[in-house]
């Protein structure tokens, strides 16, 4: 039994449907994510990608569906889930500093009434480090660029210390520095064991920056390694006719038209 | 001036109003700050509208001006305009901010058939309920200040002990909810503090200016910083001011209204936080703009100099 638990997989997920009034933007959808891998949520606009994820999490209501994570409810086991959300999704005007948003990931296990102390601000501190933040700590978060805003989210996440990481499209819209920090960090998870899910729009750097890709258009398409899943004709699949794809200096690349 | 200042401190039934008035706008803007951050301004002015019927209900089922009773009417008639507001913006394609217009009138509306009705009725003359409109501190007695204060410790408390989850369900309810937080619990924690405060103040400010003490003094302290617990502190001494001038202001002169003195006080501290912060103040951005455009211009003339300078040596 005891086995069994530790071998339970990060994630495992079966038979998810989410409507919004009546449609379907998430159609049934089951799989199981291998432990200690970069997986990349792939698929067209409007395919429910960000809806698959927030579902996952509990923050959208599911109309049918099991979430189990590393073998329980993501209830129980919420202190070994990190979160990334969309950058636009707060409003970056609210008056605090990079560090303070870094510390939030600290609140889950602080509890209530008790405020972050020394040991919270180091941490937080370090993770900062970590994003090659540090130096903008105590910076108001407008004062931000969109890059830098989205590796104060990656350091609150990292904050959380968890072992199973929701990343809702970290690379929108970022700089290429912030692009080359996500990737350290991602590999840097990896090593440490980590799995990590990351909701991704760049078809060309998926082969690149990750092990195994979900392909979603409202139904899961495909699931498995990238080697085996990342091919054109299940693309195809994914995206319909709006694939087109291109050889690049003898290597094939896959570009959205 | 001087004279008058301490002839309102020399009268204890003043003294009493002008402290009663000063928690008050200490308490709504410390939990105003909130309300301002959520960007729920809007809510505020619903609740205090819908508080009218809640007050007259509370008077015609009694017959006696109480200030508890009237805090509790106006409490439920708040809860129960929350709850249209949202049943419409749930059951139809309405967005928020109509479903609060349509409802904050509504029980407006409500409110003052009932005041009118109660006007022309036999005990209702002397009721005083008029002043419940524009607000009257003058009218308040000693328990009402007890009330106030009542309301004001419990305010600021809530906003410190809380200040941590309030801040987090302000800022980001979405990562909230993900670490297992009680957002739904914790909003509507927030919703019932700022009825109390919105309740408790329809006395001195008014039920069509009260919402003004939440959110003015809210805005006027967003300039002055960029940390949370400053704000609140901002906000807590801006609302305290406004609250005191209108109640030392409305003792000038019979029937003078607090809560339109109370706002304008608020307004204008609003206005010279506007123009005169430092850093995010309208002047000081101006002066930061002529700045960085007289650098650039100096550089650009050196730069010229440089490249004339430049093609000067190469024709040579």
Not at chain 1, 17 to 31: H, L, P
Not at chain 1, 102 to 127: C, F, N, Q, S
Not at chain 2, 31 to 59: K, M, N, W
Request: hydrophobic fraction near 50%; proline fraction near 4%; aromatic fraction near 8%.
């Amino acid at each position: 039994m005891n086995m069994q638990a530790k071998q339970a997989p990060p994630l495992a997920v079966s038979g998810i449907t989410v409507a919004y009034q009546r449609k379907a933007v998430v159609e049934d959808v089951s799989f199981t994510l291998p432990e200690g891998k970069l997986v990349a949520l792939i698929g067209p606009n409007g395919a429910g990608k960000s809806t698959l994820l927030k579902a996952v999490l509990g923050l959208v209501p599911s109309v049918a569906g099991e979430v189990s994570i590393y073998g329980d409810s993501y209830k129980k086991m919420r202190d070994r889930v990190g979160y990334v959300p969309q950058r636009e999704s707060v409003d970056w005007d609210f008056p605090t500093d990079a560090l303070d948003v870094v510390m939030m990931g600290r609140y889950g296990r602080l509890g209530w009434i008790k405020r972050p102390g020394r040991r919270e601000k180091e941490l937080a501190m370090t993770t900062l480090d970590k994003v090659g933040m540090a130096e903008f700590a105590r910076r108001q978060i407008s004062q931000l660029s969109g890059g830098q805003q989205q590796r104060v989210f990656l350091a609150r996440a990292l904050a959380q210390e968890a072992d199973l990481y929701f990343m809702d499209e970290p690379f929108a819209g970022v700089d290429a520095a912030t692009e080359k920090a996500i990737i350290a960090l991602l590999g840097e998870l990896k090593r440490a064991g980590k799995t990590v899910l990351v909701v991704h729009h760049d078809l060309s750097t998926v082969e690149e920056y990750f092990d195994h890709v979900l392909l979603l258009n409202k139904k899961l398409i495909a699931e498995g390694p990238v080697e085996t899943t990342f091919t054109p004709e299940r693309l195809h699949e994914t995206y319909g006719g709006k694939l087109a794809i291109v050889s690049a200096d003898g290597r094939e690349t896959v570009v959205r038209q | 001036m001087l004279d008058w200042l301490i002839s309102l401190w020399s009268d204890p039934n003043t003294r009493w109003i002008l402290m009663g008035c000063t928690l008050l706008g200490l308490g709504s803007g410390v939990i105003g700050s909130f309300t301002f951050l959520r960007r729920e301004s809007l809510l505020g002015d619903t609740l205090a509208h819908a508080a009218l019927p809640g007050v007259c209900v509370a008077f015609m089922l009694h017959e006696v001006k109480s200030a508890g009773l009237f805090l509790a009417g106006a409490l439920l008639a708040g809860v129960a305009a929350v709850f249209c507001v949202s049943a419409i913006s749930r059951w139809s394609k309405i967005k928020p901010d109509a479903a609060m217009g349509i409802v904050l009138t509504f029980f407006f509306g409500i409110g003052t058939v009932m005041l009118t009705h109660i006007q022309h009725s036999g005990s209702g003359s002397q009721s005083g309920l008029d002043k419940y409109l524009f607000g009257q501190a003058a009218a308040m007695v000693t328990s009402d200040v007890y009330t106030l204060m009542g309301v004001s410790v419990l305010l600021i408390a809530a906003a410190m002990l809380l200040f941590k989850e309030f801040k987090l369900i302000s800022f980001d309810p979405g990562f909230a909810r993900g670490i297992g937080l009680p957002v739904a619990l914790l909003e509507h924690g927030l919703l019932i503090l700022t009825t109390v405060a919105v309740a408790a103040g329809i006395q001195a400010v008014g039920v069509v200016l009260v919402a003004a003490l939440l959110i003015t003094p809210a805005a006027a302290a967003r300039y002055w910083t960029d940390r949370l617990p400053a704000m609140l502190a901002f906000a807590g001494v801006f609302g305290a001011l406004s609250g005191a001038s209108g109640a030392a202001i409305s003792t000038l002169g019979e029937g003078i209204p607090t809560g339109p003195v109370t706002v304008l006080a608020a307004t204008l501290l609003f206005a010279v936080s506007l123009l005169l912060a430092p850093r995010r103040g309208l002047l000081s951005r101006a002066l930061r703009r002529r700045g960085l455009r007289a650098e650039y211009a100096r550089s650009a003339v050196q730069r010229s100099g440089a490249l004339e300078a430049a093609e000067g040596g190469e024709r040579r």
